[in-house]
């Protein structure tokens, strides 16, 4: 069976997808701005031992050292087809702790319903931005 490919994808019929109201309080812009997102690139990615859910992912974030972020998004993603993919991440939330493993940020994912069954979408974004990378 041939690969399906962008041009190929079927077309998703949008009148079946639940998405979450917006939030209704707003955020000021100075704490908005205290958030750091950056463009991440994936150096390595692997199954977290004794979790279903757990994926470990090898960060490289711009600085020269790899960051660690571990999301909850094995139902979804297999580690192996998100190594090399350039994601966005939010790197300045204090470590967490998870499974003994300190997750440093979080990936940025987009997440709806469609007919009672829960999508995710890591937000994976063009190649060619560096690591560490900005978004404003």
């Known amino acids: 069976m041939e690969a399906k490919t962008k041009e190929t994808l079927e077309p998703i019929d949008f009148s079946k ?11 000021d812009f100075e704490t ?10 994936v150096l ?9 859910k757990l994926l470990k992912f090898t960060l490289d974030d711009g600085t020269g050292e790899n960051r ?9 993603y297999e580690p192996e087809e998100l190594v090399g993919k350039t994601c966005i991440a939010i790197t300045n939330l204090p470590p967490r ?11 940025i994912s987009a997440l709806h319903t469609e007919e009672g069954e829960e999508k995710l979408h890591l937000l ?9 990378a900005k978004l404003y």
Do not use: W
Not at 44 to 52: I, L, M, R
Not at 70 to 76: D, K, T, V
Not at 97 to 107: K, T, V, Y
Not at 124 to 131: E, F, L, R, S, Y
């Open 44 to 52: 390595a990615c692997e199954a977290v031992p004794k979790s279903k």
């Open 32 to 41: 908005f701005s205290k958030s750091d997102f950056r463009a991440v690139k």
């Open 124 to 132: 994976m974004v063009d190649d060619h931005i560096p690591a560490g």
């Open 97 to 107: 702790p998870m499974m003994g493993i300190n997750s440093c940020g979080m990936l």
């Open 17 to 27: 997808v639940e998405i979450e109201p917006l939030f209704q309080d707003f955020v």
């Open 68 to 76: 660690t972020i571990l999301s909850g998004i094995h139902a979804y």
